[in-house]
Structures are given as C-alpha cells and as structure tokens.
C-alpha cells in the first residue's frame, strides 16, 4: 500500500506571502497529524483532523489552519509568512498505535 | 513541564562499531517510548515501541532500553552500517493521540568508512 504522500516536497516563499501543503494518509487511515520540525528543535504538534472534522491545534498562532477532504487527505496553510515558519512540515497517519510520517515539505521564507 | 532530553546532540562513529543513544524524560503521564530514525530530508520512521512494562525490544541492529523508574531510555546500534547515518529521535506518548506525543530534539549520527 502507498505510504502517506505530501506535496510539494520544497517551496520557497517570501514574508507576508501564504503557502499551501499537501498530505495524502494511508488509504483507509483517516486521522491527520501535521508537525512542524524546525532546524535543530523537536516535532511540535500543529493540527490534527479526523473525519473531516479539526480535533485539536497545537501553540501556533491562527495563521496556521488546515482542513481535510472527504477523501481524508487534508491541506495545512500557512498565512502571512514569517521568517521563523521556515522548516520541515510533516503530516503523519495513527494507525494501531504506530505513527507513521510522510517525507515533509520543506517550506523555506526568504 | 513534560519534555524529552537526547544525549549526545551528535556522534560520529566508525563503519562496524557499536553505539549508544540516551533519552531522558519528563513526560507525566506515560504511555509509551517510541524511537525513529529520520534520514536527512525524509520523515521519521518507526524503529521500536515499548510500553511502561517493557524494559527492552530489538529490531535487527537497534535495541532499546527502557527504565520507566529513572525515565530513562537508550538505543543501541550494533555493528554500524553506513545506512545508519541519520537522527534518532526519542518520543514519549502521554496516550495513543499524536497530539501529546513529545518528540526529543533527536540525536545526529554520522557512520564514516
């Protein structure tokens, strides 16, 4: 079976600018976590979502949101753009009890 | 505060040699201790999973401790291969929710020939 699929794999935007990240789970998985990884730092919890519905937010600020289709596969966006949101954004599925990650998107604010 | 500490921030090894990653935590309550292995620009992949009443687990090359008493964890690579150059990062799970899992900063290995 595919593993989870994000997209695209870099983007490179300026301040003030918003980005769009995209994640596809494990087919028949339908929770969605979102992790920012920023250099050097652990994972930090962003959002997670489940049938299609928003169940918890980590500490970040309300320019981070998301949603998740009825297919489950779900959109992270970031608005307004700073300096600091440069970093590896992962989605991952929980699936009995293991988490499983996609390879990130690497999201760089010049 | 619930945290996780990885020691040393990097290490680099000779091709074939042993080496031992710490974790320890603060993290209340607990759940279970999880290790990954993220290659540089890929995301994290699942190498154990130990519950409270575990003290230790292998998959093939990577062993993993657990003392729930000390809040202590370590991973032990045996016979290093080049492949095993990436970060190992410690998590602990305060239920079965991703979103009170608290993943450590990780610790960079560098396997040279």
């Known amino acids: 079976e595919a593993g989870v699929t994000q997209s695209p794999t870099h983007l490179i935007k300026t301040r003030g600018q918003q980005a769009t990240l995209r994640c596809s789970p494990i087919?028949?998985?339908?929770?969605v976590y979102w992790y920012q990884q920023a250099l050097g730092l652990g994972l930090q919890f962003l959002l997670w979502?489940?049938?299609?519905?928003?169940?918890n937010r980590g500490n970040f600020p309300p320019r981070f949101s998301g949603r998740q289709f009825p297919n489950y596969s779900s959109e992270l966006n970031v608005n307004a753009l700073e300096l600091e949101d440069s970093a590896l954004y992962l989605c991952?599925?929980?699936?009995?009890?293991?988490?499983?990650f996609g390879a990130g998107s690497r999201l760089t604010v010049l | 505060k619930n945290q996780v500490e990885q020691s040393p921030q990097s290490l680099i090894i000779l091709e074939g040699k042993n080496c031992t990653l710490q974790?320890?935590?603060?993290?209340?309550?607990?759940?279970?201790l999880r290790w990954y292995k993220q290659d540089t620009g890929r995301g994290p992949v699942s190498l154990t999973i130990?519950?409270?009443?575990?003290n230790t687990k292998s998959n093939g090359r990577y062993t993993a401790t657990l003392d729930a008493d000390t809040k202590q964890s370590s991973l032990h690579i045996t016979a290093s291969q080049l492949s095993d150059s990436a970060s190992y990062i410690c998590?602990?799970?305060?239920?079965?929710?991703?979103?009170?899992?608290?993943f450590g900063p990780g610790t960079r290995l560098s396997v040279l020939p």
């Open positions: 991952a599925t929980l699936h009995t009890n293991v988490l499983t």
């Open positions: 087919s028949g998985h339908t929770s």
């Open positions: 979502y489940d049938e299609g519905e928003e169940r």
């Open positions: 974790c320890n935590y603060t993290v209340s309550p607990f759940s279970n």
């Open positions: 130990m519950t409270f009443s575990e």
């Open positions: 998590v602990v799970s305060r239920d079965n929710y991703g979103q009170n899992f608290v």
